[in-house]
Nanobody
């Protein structure tokens, strides 16, 4: 059974930083393309960062501010977010990334950027 558990969200001021964590079970983060997605109120869920064994990719809106990484030994995926903006406010989820079809979604972790 696949389970993805996100954590590390919270309330942060504009310009601040957060590190999100994703604990995976039932799936190996080392052999799958993994990604972080986000969904703001009233909007679709979008992929913002993707990691494979060969590369990392980012949405233009977060490029240069967010960094995705993974620890294969712990089966964890991380998202370091710097220079946060109010428009980064969303629920963040991790899951497999293209070319893979997403597996069951976790609860996500809320990130709120506000002064």
């Amino acid at each position: 059974q696949v389970q993805l558990v996100e954590s590390g969200g919270g309330l942060v001021q504009p310009g601040g930083s957060l590190r999100l964590s994703c604990a995976a079970s039932g799936i190996s983060v080392s052999i799958n393309a993994m990604g972080w997605y986000r969904q703001a109120p009233g909007k679709e869920r979008d992929l913002v960062a993707r990691i494979t064994s060969a590369s990392t990719n980012y949405a233009d809106s977060v490029k240069g501010r967010f960094t995705i990484s993974r620890d294969n030994s712990k089966n964890m995926v991380y998202l370091r977010m710097n220079s946060l903006k109010p428009e980064d406010t969303a629920v963040y989820y991790c899951n497999t990334a293209p070319p893979h079809i997403p597996v069951s979604w976790g609860q996500g972790t809320q990130v709120t950027v506000s002064s």
